[in-house]
């Protein structure tokens, strides 16, 4: 089993990162892929979800083109491409498949080290 995020780091307000994750066949088959994050003090929550055929959703916080989530199915990998970033996008951001709310909290589900993205104002 394998969840590789990476491409976190600190950004001001207003700029851009593209986020990466490797996922193991076992995780990414066909299963629709998701970000989740989880901010100091929060629970983890729900980002975006992809589809295998590419479908996409968001969670209200990050509509309106500021993060765009894509897949390439051939690699297993899934991204997220987060424009005008805010000081409340500070998280750890982690991928999965998608997950219901009940298992976004339970403790025996794998998420792999996650990768941290700061912004500051």
């Known amino acids: 089993v394998q969840l590789q995020a990476s491409g976190g780091g600190l950004v001001q307000a207003g700029g851009s990162l593209r986020l990466s994750c490797a996922a193991s066949?076992?995780?990414?088959?066909?299963?629709?892929m998701a970000w989740y994050r989880q901010a100091p003090g929060k629970q983890r929550e729900l980002v975006a979800t992809?589809?295998?055929?590419?479908?996409?959703?968001y969670a209200d916080s990050v509509k309106g083109r500021r993060f765009t989530i894509s897949r390439d199915n051939a690699k297993n990998t899934v991204d997220l491409q987060m424009n005008s970033l805010k000081p409340e996008d500070t998280a750890v951001y982690y991928c999965?498949?998608?997950?219901?709310?009940?298992?976004?909290?339970?403790?025996?589900?794998?998420w792999g080290q996650g990768t941290l993205v700061t912004v500051s104002s």
């Open positions: 999965n498949k998608y997950l219901s709310e009940y298992s976004i909290r339970a403790t025996n589900v794998y």
């Open positions: 066949g076992s995780i990414f088959s066909r299963n629709t």
């Open positions: 992809i589809t295998a055929g590419g479908t996409t959703n």
